[in-house]
């Protein structure tokens, strides 16, 4: 069973929580290029509000003189008052429509700057390395970053508002000050404390959380296969719901009471912290009754100095609390531009060089050698061979033989550790990569079953093409999917998969066509079918590879099989054994040789393999 591993539970500095502040200038950058008129018109919208708190208090007070004059009968006017009543009123309207409106603009904007990060993190995940994907930690800084997409709308929020009540309080500090400026001390020293508790706190939350970020990620893994169409099948079948329950349920507890210990000690400390600014506020209370008492005040002015002192010290906790927690925010945000930050190794060099229209000379392994990042074995060797202009050649090998692995290479999704692969002569890493990548087609043995449509399936071979219906029908005519669309509702509209309304199974050998598909949607000059027809009958495979050579004419084609009733169709043959050239040649000359490749075919053409 997973257990937490060696974390960092050591919190983080101030200093370092006030660096995280330098993350909020791009994020504001973010918000305003996401929507400039929704930002600039909920900016307006706050400074106005930020103003009617003051307004207000200072309405009230006149209102309260006016009634006591008039009540001493130092007045006989009311109109001053009455005029006073419908302008806390017409406030109060303002107020609530501005507060709506900014609520509104909060969560439209929100919702923007959401989908347009996960654009971005889309876009950005897709631009890296293969192996980038293997690697543990960078799923953990890819899990960070895909949560903070969703996440910031409260820190876009938060923001704002600081604005609004920093301006707010502003307003009313100066009426305060006209007063008696020891009162703003007062207020100042009054909140501290809780400040400085909750900035605390929220470094030990963050440091808590990225901790757990391995054991959230399994968490939320073993939730998805637990209740997801795709693992159903065995789940049930090995009974498999306990044994995924109580593995959830041991990391969920730790994760629970590690959490708990933390909002408890916060809670504690938070209510005793901003117990003395309750204090400080009563203390300024008793000062300003003695002085209304002493008539140096009037009731008015009392009401407008406790209400302001009282909203400036909730304002002021509130600044500070959210301040705290905007430096919290942008810690994390921290996860996100980190991710962005992340740049593939395998890219295109400056001056690089387009794929040729025609290839006269071939592919070239120089002395290959390959071992995976991470790994200490060696998953290709001093490989050498050349791939001549328009040849077929079949690799096969026992599993882990590193066939797969060879034509990852030749597409460049990695590099070679030793040695190169070139093409006219070339390096391969001079070509340019999109050059590269349009001119090279390939379908995996893992190839992606997407819950698209029939025909969509088939265009993601060559998504620029995606409109081109008449494409789409040749391409699926010579993989033979077309017998396998007529025969859907909806044919080539047709939802495939379960997990959307109205979608249709198919059998994995159906899936196989489809995706086979796929090969000739683009005009590639090196087609790589890497197994993606285990799941066909042998005749079936057979029709379909003969279809293919046929079809791709004097193209380059490398097929990876097992079947050798296929692999014969080729020119040549390369056999790999551990990662090694073993034997290389055609059918006949494989067998003349009578090695390895010659006993495997008999064995399988009596029936063994
Ligand atoms: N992403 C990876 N990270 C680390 N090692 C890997 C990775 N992929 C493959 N390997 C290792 O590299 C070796 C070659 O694997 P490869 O997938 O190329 O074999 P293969 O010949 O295609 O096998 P099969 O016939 O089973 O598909 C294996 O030992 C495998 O364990």
């Given at each position: 069973m997973a257990r937490p591993r060696n974390r960092q539970t050591e919190s983080l500095s101030y200093k370092e929580q006030f660096s995280a502040l330098k993350n909020l200038p791009p994020f504001f950058r973010l918000i305003w290029e996401t929507s400039k008129g929704m930002t600039l018109g909920n900016v307006i919208l706050r400074t106005i509000n930020s103003v009617i708190p003051l307004a207000m208090l200072y309405i009230g007070k006149e209102i309260i003189d006016s009634i006591i004059a008039l009540q001493n009968g130092d007045a006989v006017d009311q109109e001053y008052l009455w005029i006073m009543v419908a302008l806390e009123l017409g406030l109060a309207v303002i107020s609530t429509l501005i507060n709506r409106a900014i609520t509104l603009l909060d969560s439209l904007l929100g919702d923007l700057v959401s989908n347009r990060t996960s654009v971005d993190l889309i876009r950005h995940a897709a631009k890296l390395d293969l192996y980038q994907f293997e690697n543990a930690e960078f799923y953990d800084k890819l899990e960070r970053a895909r949560r903070q997409t969703t996440g910031r709308t409260i820190l876009m929020s938060q923001i704002l508002s600081q604005f609004q009540d920093v301006i707010s309080i502003?307003?009313?500090?100066?009426?305060?000050?006209?007063?008696?400026?020891?009162?703003?001390?007062?207020?100042?020293?009054?909140?501290?404390?809780?400040?400085?508790?909750?900035?605390?706190?929220?470094?030990?939350?963050?440091?808590?959380?990225?901790?757990?970020?391995?054991?959230?990620?399994?968490?939320?893994?073993?939730?998805?296969?637990?209740?997801?169409?795709?693992?159903?099948?065995?789940?049930?079948?090995?009974?498999?719901?306990?044994?995924?329950?109580?593995?959830?349920?041991?990391?969920?507890?730790?994760?629970?009471?590690?959490?708990?210990?933390?909002?408890?000690?916060?809670?504690?400390?938070?209510s005793g912290l901003s117990m003395?600014?309750?204090?400080?506020?009563?203390?300024?209370?008793?000062?300003?009754?003695?002085?209304?008492?002493?008539?140096?005040?009037?009731?008015?002015?009392?009401?407008?100095?406790?209400?302001?002192?009282?909203?400036?010290?909730?304002?002021?906790?509130?600044?500070?609390?959210?301040?705290?927690?905007?430096?919290?925010?942008?810690?994390?945000?921290?996860?996100?531009?980190?991710?962005?930050?992340?740049?593939?190794?395998?890219?295109?060099?400056?001056?690089?060089?387009?794929?040729?229209?025609?290839?006269?000379?071939?592919?070239?392994f120089d002395n290959v050698s390959f071992k995976y990042p991470g790994t200490e074995r060696w998953a290709i060797r001093n490989l050498s061979f050349h791939l001549l202009p328009g040849e077929k050649l079949a690799l096969v090998g026992e599993n882990g033989a590193g066939k797969t692995t060879l034509v990852k290479l030749l597409a460049r999704l990695y590099e070679p550790t030793e040695g190169a692969i070139l093409l006219e002569g070339v390096d391969l890493r001079e070509y340019d990569l999109k050059s590269l990548r349009d001119n090279i087609g390939i379908i995996f043995q893992d190839y992606m079953r997407f819950q698209f449509r029939a025909g969509e399936n088939i265009a993601v071979g060559n998504i620029g093409m995606i409109e081109d219906a008449e494409l789409i029908e040749t391409s699926a005519r010579k993989s033979l999917a077309d017998t396998v669309i007529e025969e859907l509702p909806d044919r080539y509209q047709q939802m495939l998969g379960r997990r959307f309304a109205d979608g249709v199974e198919l059998s994995g050998g159906q899936w196989q066509k489809i995706a086979l598909a796929r090969a000739y949607m683009r005009d590639a000059q090196l087609l790589i079918l890497d197994e993606p027809t285990s799941a066909l009958d042998a005749r079936a495979e057979h029709e379909v590879f003969q279809r293919f050579a046929d079809l791709i004419e004097d193209k380059n084609a490398?097929?990876?099989?097992?079947?050798?009733?296929?692999?014969?169709?080729?020119?040549?043959?390369?056999?790999?054994?551990?990662?090694?050239?073993?034997?290389?040649?055609?059918?006949?000359?494989?067998?003349?040789?009578?090695?390895?490749?010659?006993?495997?075919?008999?064995?399988?053409?009596?029936?063994?393999?």
């Open positions: 502003f307003f009313l500090g100066a009426g305060l000050v006209v007063f008696n400026p020891w009162l703003i001390l007062l207020l100042f020293l009054a909140v501290i404390p809780s400040f400085l508790g909750e900035s605390r706190f929220n470094q030990w939350t963050y440091s808590l959380t990225r901790s757990w970020t391995p054991e959230r990620r399994e968490l939320d893994y073993l939730r998805y296969i637990g209740a997801s169409d795709e693992f159903a099948k065995e789940v049930k079948t090995f009974n498999l719901a306990d044994f995924i329950t109580k593995r959830f349920a041991y990391l969920a507890d730790k994760y629970y009471h590690a959490n708990r210990k933390l909002a408890v000690k916060r809670a504690a400390w938070g003395i600014g309750t204090l400080a506020y009563y203390g300024a209370y008793v000062f300003i009754i003695i002085q209304t008492i002493g008539g140096i005040i009037t009731i008015g002015t009392l009401t407008f100095l406790s209400g302001s002192f009282s909203r400036m010290q909730s304002m002021l906790q509130r600044i500070m609390s959210r301040f705290s927690q905007i430096a919290d925010s942008a810690l994390y945000l921290q996860d996100l531009f980190d991710f962005f930050q992340i740049e593939p190794i395998i890219n295109s060099k400056s001056g690089a060089i387009a794929f040729p229209e025609k290839i006269r000379e071939g592919f070239r490398v097929l990876i099989s097992h079947r050798f009733s296929t692999v014969r169709m080729a020119d040549r043959i390369l056999f790999l054994e551990n990662g090694q050239l073993l034997e290389l040649g055609s059918h006949e000359e494989l067998l003349a040789m009578n090695g390895k490749y010659a006993e495997l075919f008999h064995l399988q053409a009596q029936g063994y393999v």
